[in-house]
């Protein structure tokens, strides 16, 4: 069988790894080591032209391994594993989502541009891109979902800047309400606004689908980009991001990486190459669980309305037609207003035994937060009242736990309310 017919999850375990260069150990050791040892003076400095860009690789050579902030195996190894799963050209592993969401937005940025960006966002984005960017001289607007392409091109010539748009950037699904974005449109609205040479670049944060569910550089993206914290790391043991895009753009983003410093460690490395083996049967389980419980939510009588892409109402035809085009599963994120306000959604979050009180997701353990008061409480109240950010919402990441015992937990909890 051909190596590019195989499915991602099969090549998981050897991708990118030669065993005989580490002693026959089946699996990629830690190479945990600032700095390598070059053979000769020719090689680093052969080594050295090719890092500095002083002139072009050979056609099958590679670039030689010299000190660990530019490169080391669990980092390359991790990379070209990475690239399967979005068909990407290249990768980038940092230290963190929000390393790798800010140092894009750096190095395609610069003072005077207009970045575009979708409402709501993560919450670490929103105060980067509000605070830290407009240090800079950078204009940036947003928009919302369920805005329509004519409604979103307005906003771009209302900004003032529209003609120094530079990138698009956008989380779909949104946190915690699952609205889409329509990436199509954006595409549209990128290329509409390109000018020559300076090409609008589209940018998206797939952290919420992860990458299994949703391949955004398929639908027109430049860049995607992860918080390899949730679903890739999925134990709630490591902090962890990445990019993914076309050579050339990747290209931009390692160099800026290099001089930040803010790529991953080796060990990062590691504990992310052992994730990578299980997270197709992870990420399985967690959408068969989600679609369970979203059932089970359904029914009970404490529960006023659920936000689960497995189940958009029959009438809400624009999020049927995007999720079907753009999206490989309704994951394992969901959210649900409680009848009673904050009050009661306290009382059912107190309840729960099985299902952790705490922010984040994406992980082997079954999650429950208060968006309104957690992970968007720093959000314009009068923002998050029109995002449906209410004090009734409670958002919910599935693990991989039996859905019945899922259940049986959710149910005591919401049995208490009544
Ligand atoms: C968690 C998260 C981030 C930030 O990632 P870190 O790994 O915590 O730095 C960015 N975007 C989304 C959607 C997230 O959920």
């Not at 954006?186 to 391949?215: F, I, M």
Request: aromatic letters at 8%; hydrophobic letters at 40%; charged letters at 25%.
């Amino acid at each position: 069988m051909n190596k590019h017919e195989m499915h991602p999850e099969s090549l998981m375990m050897s991708h990118g790894y030669k065993p005989e260069l580490s002693e026959g150990s089946i699996k990629c050791p830690i190479f945990q080591t600032s700095t390598f040892v070059f053979k000769t003076a020719e090689e680093g400095k052969a080594f050295f032209e090719v890092a500095y860009g002083l002139r072009e690789k050979d056609e099958h050579e590679e670039l030689g391994l010299i000190y660990s902030r530019l490169n080391n195996p669990d980092l390359e190894i991790l990379e070209n594993r990475l690239c399967l799963w979005d068909k990407a050209e290249d990768c980038a592993v940092f230290e963190s989502g929000m390393s790798a969401i800010s140092t894009v937005l750096m190095e395609f940025l610069k003072p005077g541009d207009l970045l575009l960006y979708s409402n709501p966002i993560y919450g670490g984005t929103d105060h980067f891109i509000k605070q830290v960017l407009t240090k800079f001289g950078i204009h940036v607007v947003g928009f919302k979902t369920g805005q329509s392409e004519a409604e979103i091109q307005q906003i771009i010539d209302n900004s003032g800047h529209g003609d120094r748009l530079a990138m698009i950037y956008v989380e779909t699904p949104a946190n915690p309400t699952n609205d889409l974005i329509d990436l199509d449109s954006c595409r549209k609205l990128a290329e509409r606004n390109s000018r020559g040479e300076e090409k609008v670049l589209l940018a998206v944060d797939n952290t919420y689908l992860g990458p299994l569910w949703q391949h955004p550089l398929q639908h027109g993206a430049d860049l995607v980009m992860y918080s390899a914290t949730k679903y890739i790391g999925g134990h709630s043991d490591v902090i962890a991001g990445a990019c993914l895009g076309s050579a050339e753009l990747m290209k931009r983003v390692k160099a800026l990486r290099t001089f930040f410093g803010n790529m991953a460690g080796p060990w990062t490395g590691w504990l992310l190459m052992r994730s990578l083996e299980t997270l197709k049967v992870r990420m399985d389980q967690q959408a068969r669980n989600a679609r369970e419980i979203a059932r089970f939510l359904e029914t009970h009588p404490a529960v006023e309305r659920i936000y689960y892409l497995g189940s958009i109402p029959e009438d809400d035809e624009r999020n049927q037609e995007i999720f079907k085009r753009q999206c490989l599963s309704p994951g394992a994120m969901l959210s649900f207003d409680l009848k009673g306000g904050e009050k009661n959604a306290f009382k059912f979050l107190n309840k729960l035994r099985l299902i952790r009180l705490a922010v984040s997701l994406g992980s082997t353990e079954s999650l429950a937060q208060h968006p309104a008061s957690m992970t968007h409480a720093g959000v314009d109240p009068e923002l998050r009242q029109e995002l449906g950010i209410t004090d009734k919402l409670v958002r919910l990441s599935v693990g991989v736990e039996h859905y019945d015992d899922l259940i049986s937990d959710l149910k005591q909890a919401l049995d208490s309310l009544s």
